[in-house]
């Protein structure tokens, strides 16, 4: 082949981009685009496909016609040099090359049109899992309604098998700037945008974890916006559910006893183990064994201490526990907190 230096420098950069790609699938198979394994991900994979055969055999008959014409009438040796007759005008020569290409791109205009609507309009089943995807400057945040969970950059989804059908329906949005959410195995492109939902559905038949990135330039760490989809069997998904609101009960904890440590309770409180270390009231450390608050005035219940703390002076007028003004959100979180005291 003749290259001029120009085509030959954008030619051997295609062919490096390609095997750079083709090199990292095999580093990464979970992200090979060319081995769907969820419904929508293996439409658009065979839509491409067609697509590759269609424009293939074009390039083969136009590539074939013009090889057979050089090599069939080039110049040979006692060849008159003048230019042989001209044709002008064919009628059958000109339908041919108008009608042919109208009816490939109607018939790949079609395919496309069926492919994308049958994603489009896929029916989402009542049972199916929700999530909401919300795109960061640089990271994913993945919230479960229903389940009352919040994850981030890696999503957890069951496995969809045709025994036990467990489809994922996705929002997808933005916090801040257009992000791309694309796991090229599991779903097509699609992008994230501000103040716009888009939706997206995944049936993932294999386990495992399957690996994704951001697919829109959205600032200087663009690139370090992976996205980690781990596909569990059902059982492990609701392990996996258990146990992250176990962890999510534990970091509210962990909030209530700030909100009690950052208040001025803990001037006069004392809590083992903690900063709280007061000794003009009662000690805290084990409020929750006692039966009643208040030196036996009221029974010790969450709402007693609730109604307790807001007024200490309309239980027990005269006492020394001041009125700290504390928000409704602080009082809540520190009545949680102290029930925990046992
Ligand atoms: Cu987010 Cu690119």
Not at 5 to 15: A, C, D, E, H, M
Not at 179 to 190: C, E, N, R, V
Not at 313 to 324: F, Y
């Amino acid at each position: 082949m003749n290259l001029r230096p120009r085509q030959s420098g954008s030619f051997l950069l295609f062919v490096s981009a390609l095997s750079a790609q083709l090199s990292a699938q095999t580093m990464h198979p979970s992200g090979n685009m060319f081995r769907p394994l969820a419904t929508p991900a293996r439409m658009v994979s065979e839509l491409s496909e067609l697509t590759v055969v269609i424009c293939l055999s074009i390039f083969l008959v136009v590539a074939g016609l013009l090889a057979y014409a050089v090599i069939r009438f080039a110049y040979r040796e006692g060849d008159s040099k003048s230019e042989p007759p001209q044709v002008y005008g064919s009628n059958q020569v000109e339908i041919a090359w108008t009608v042919i290409p109208i009816l490939i791109v109607f018939v790949l205009s079609m395919a496309t049109a069926r492919i994308t609507s049958a994603v489009q309009n896929q029916k989402i089943p009542k049972d199916a899992l929700y999530v909401t995807v919300v795109g960061h400057q640089w990271w994913w945040e993945f919230q479960y309604p229903d389940l009352k969970i919040t994850t981030a950059n890696e999503l957890h989804i069951p496995l969809s098998s045709t025994a036990a059908p467990h489809m994922t329906s996705l929002k997808l949005t933005s916090a801040d700037v257009s992000h791309g959410f694309w796991i090229p195995q599991l779903a097509g492109k699609t992008d994230v945008i501000p103040n716009r939902t888009n939706t997206i559905w995944i049936d993932p038949q294999e386990t495992g974890t399957y690996l994704g990135n951001c697919s829109e330039y959205c600032g200087t760490q663009h690139a370090k916006m992976e996205i980690r989809v781990v596909v569990d069997t059902p059982e492990e998904f609701q392990k996996w559910v258990e146990r992250q609101r176990a962890a999510e009960a534990g970091a509210d904890s962990d909030a209530n006893r700030q909100a009690f440590l950052s208040s001025p309770c803990i001037i006069c409180h004392t809590v083992n183990g903690t900063s709280a270390m007061g000794a003009i009231g009662p000690d805290l450390s084990h409020l929750m064994s006692r039966d009643t608050l208040l030196a036996a005035e009221t029974p010790n219940t969450a709402a007693n201490l609730r109604d307790w703390i807001k007024d200490p002076q309309h239980l027990k007028p005269g006492n020394k526990m001041p009125t700290v003004p504390l928000t409704d959100g602080q009082l809540d979180q520190i009545v949680a907190y102290l029930t925990t005291l046992k």
